[in-house]
């Protein structure tokens, strides 16, 4: 496929996401507004800044007047999870890539963007990516802009009746690969059990969603890679 071609398919696959993002975002810009951000402000920080914990975690500190540092810190904690997604989907880059298609990606590798993108078979085309990026990120800046708006209007219920959409869409991303692969099946089930554990287990109570992520992905990963190595061929071994 042209790399024309690659785009539209990413805009395609990214449509059901933007508007997943729209959504959300009407939450986030309820936020926003609390903290004292006009529309334009809470606009640009969307198209800046991907990352609904991340962003969310800022305006709630910037309305207690934290100071940049501390905001700094706490968005480094609540967004350091992409790092590990950077990793990965680093390599999915055909060998001798330039640098700058890397940046463009990295630059806006969501959960739901990183999901369809690693999900591409063989290397990545960076243009799929930036198909998905062209839709995903308007849709979360214009939700963020009327959440600001129009979100204190609408009733939280149906504020938050829409926020599961976007579960429900990640759930389609991960669903189809897992009926594929009896490994992979098993290594979301685990991670599900594994994080609701971590949630309500008291030794990890006080420690940030951000870090728990972090620190079970790493381990759920390596497990897997252990258990159930995949060869250069693409062809699992030890399934």
Known sequence: ??????YREGMADGVPIAL???AVA?????VARNAGFSALQAAVCSLTCNASAGQSAVFTLVGAGAGYIEVAVMTLVANARYLLMSCALSQKFAPGSPLLPRMIVAYDITDEVFGISVAQPGYLNP??????????????????????ILGNILPMRVVSALS??????????????ARKDRVIAGVVAVSFLLSGAAAYLPLLRGVSTGVKTIGLTVVIALAAAILFPVGEEGQRHGA
Do not use: C, D, E
Not at 1 to 6: A, L, V
Not at 128 to 145: D, H, N
């Open 26 to 30: 009407f939450t986030l810009g309820i």
């Open 164 to 177: 599961v959409g976007l579960y429900g869409m990640f759930l389609a991303i991960i669903i189809p690969p």
């Open 1 to 6: 496929m042209t790399n024309r071609q690659k």
């Open 20 to 22: 997943g993002y729209f």
């Open 127 to 148: 243009f799929y990516t930036y198909g998905a990026m062209s839709v995903a990120i308007p849709g979360w800046a214009a939700g963020t802009f009327l959440g600001v």
